[in-house]
Structures are given as C-alpha cells and as structure tokens.
C-alpha cells in the first residue's frame, strides 16, 4: 500500500483559497488514480475529486464544480486540491485516498489507502 499524508488545511475567511496537497511514498504512485473527500462534523465522507493515473481525466463533484480543481505531479508522487471560491460549507476534514488502478472513481470503496486527513476551516 501506498502511505498517504495531507498538508496545506487551515483557517481561510469566505471566498478565500486554499492548495491542499497530498505526499505519497512507494514506487507506484505513478499507476495509482486518486481522490480527495471531505468528512464535515457530523456528516458522512463524501466524494470531491479523483484523477486517473496520468491525469488524464479528472472529475470534480457538482457541489465544487468551477470552484476546486485536482491535479497530480507524479515525478514528484503528489496530488493537489486546488479550493478557490470558499464557502463556510466546505469547513470539513480533507482526506487523501489511491487506489490500485489506474482509472479514477467516486465512491470510497473503490480507495485503498487514505491519509489521515487536514483540516480546512472556512469562516463568515
């Protein structure tokens, strides 16, 4: 399995950006798409991107749409979570996930390694 660990979380005001980025360890990172979701208190993890193996393709959730984008540099085994447009409603822990194939996915199940996650407040 791949070791997955988050960074770039923090405090922003409304209408802020952040970059999230996700460090990978292992040698195939490079054959691995992967995702980021979001666990608000309260609430289920839920699905916000993935990017397939070569970044190829990628898909966003209707709820980021136009405001988040993902992007992966696998020379350096990392994978972004760019937030522009923030809304207190995004105030969630952000997870990093892989999965061993090389097509990206929406549903957590289809992840195998996940990261411990990092906080992103969102204030009004």
């Known amino acids: 399995q791949v070791q997955l660990v988050e960074s770039g979380g923090g405090l922003v005001q409304a209408g802020g950006s952040l970059r999230l980025s996700c460090a990978a360890s292992?040698?195939?990172?490079?054959?691995?798409?992967m995702g980021w979701f979001r666990q608000a208190p309260g609430q289920e993890r839920e699905f916000v991107a993935s990017?397939?193996?070569?970044?190829?393709?990628?898909y966003v959730a209707d709820f980021v749409k136009g405001r988040f984008s993902i992007s992966r540099n696998n020379a350096k085994k990392t994978v972004d979570l760019q937030m522009n447009s923030l809304k207190p409603e995004d105030t969630a822990v952000y997870y990093c996930?892989?999965?061993?194939?090389?097509?990206?996915?929406?549903?957590?199940?289809?992840?195998?390694?996940w990261g411990q996650g990092t906080q992103v407040t969102v204030s009004s």
């Open positions: 990017i397939s193996w070569n970044g190829g393709s990628t």
């Open positions: 292992g040698r195939t990172f490079s054959s691995y798409a």
């Open positions: 996930a892989a999965r061993t194939s090389q097509l990206l996915a929406t549903r957590q199940g289809d992840f195998a390694s």
